[in-house]
């Protein structure tokens, strides 16, 4: 399937917890190159969802395929090929900048040389130099997102899952986190993002809004609103979660 230019194909996604269904049946069809967002008030399945699609979560029915791979059965093989960032991700907070990208680059198995390369092209990019020795806890909320993105993108991903990766950062870092996000699209990675913030999902190509773990709306930005006739993402958001809620009331 991928080889018809998909980075994720997902059929029937289906997670439950004991008897709550959290996932509910969810297909997904993701285009390599494509920012893709998944938009959804909380507890709505994204988390869960993008978990599953690592391979960190086995689904209870339905099958995603991920970079050519069954993300459940091969999630080992996957694991070299995707970038993940959870939501709240922690870091380390007593090493220092370098020595957590160091690490993480030890994990992903670059050698020395390519790892020193690596290291220092992204505390570049991540507008991070002269803070390479300054330990992890005591970064901003924003330098702090950087810095988990470079932990997620050391070994040049195909595919890159962000969930909430800017929550609690300023409009400034948010926007210099999406320039980061920008790139690596440029550069032909697949990103696959979850956001409450509108503004950041009209810089998707396409969104899935989900809602009590079913997609009930997708498509580009534009289209989306068109649909709904409705002027901003926000009234779309608003409009489909009541209309949503009255359904299954
Ligand atoms: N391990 C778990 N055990 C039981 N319930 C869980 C578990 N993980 C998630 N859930 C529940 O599944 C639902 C979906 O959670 P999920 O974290 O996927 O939502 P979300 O869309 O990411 O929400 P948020 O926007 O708050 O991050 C929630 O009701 C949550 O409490
Ligand atoms: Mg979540």
């Known amino acids: 399937m991928s080889a018809n230019g998909y980075a994720v194909r997902a059929e029937g996604l289906t997670k439950r917890f004991g008897a709550f269904v959290a996932v509910d049946g969810i297909d997904l069809a993701i285009a390599r190159g494509d920012i893709f967002g998944f938009l959804g008030p909380n507890g709505a399945g994204k988390s869960t969802t993008i978990r599953m699609l690592c391979g960190l979560m086995v689904p209870t029915s339905g099958r995603a395929e991920v ?4 993300a459940a059965r ?3 093989a996957l694991r070299g090929r995707i970038g993940y960032m959870s939501q709240r991700s922690s870091l380390y907070n007593d090493l220092t900048v370098a020595e957590i990208l160091h690490f993480y680059g030890r994990i992903y198995g670059l050698g020395q040389a390519e790892r020193q390369q690596k290291v ?6 991540a507008d991070l130099a002269g803070r390479e020795g300054q330990l992890v806890g005591t970064l901003s909320g924003g330098s702090r997102q950087r810095l ?3 932990c ?7 595919l890159l899952l962000l969930d909430e990766p800017t929550s609690g ?7 210099e986190f999406w320039e980061l996000i920008y790139r690596f699209a440029d550069e032909g990675t697949t990103v696959l993002v979850t956001t409450h913030y509108m503004d950041e999902a009209e810089h998707c190509t396409t969104l899935a809004f989900i809602h009590t773990g079913r ?4 498509g580009t930005p534009d289209a989306i609103k068109g649909q709904a006739g409705l002027p901003t993402l926000e009234d779309v958001f608003v409009s489909l ?7 299954h009331a």
Not at 67 to 70: E, I, N, P, T
Not at 169 to 175: A, E, L
Not at 241 to 247: G, M, R, S, V
């Open 148 to 150: 988990a993105l470079g």
């Open 241 to 247: 979660i009541a209309n949503n809620t009255q359904a």
């Open 74 to 76: 091969d999630a080992e």
């Open 120 to 125: 220092a092209a992204w505390i570049e990019r």
């Open 67 to 70: 970079l050519g791979l069954d």
């Open 169 to 175: 950062t300023d409009p400034v870092q948010r926007r």
């Open 152 to 158: 997620a993108i050391l070994h040049r991903p195909e």
């Open 215 to 218: 997609i009930i709306a997708q």
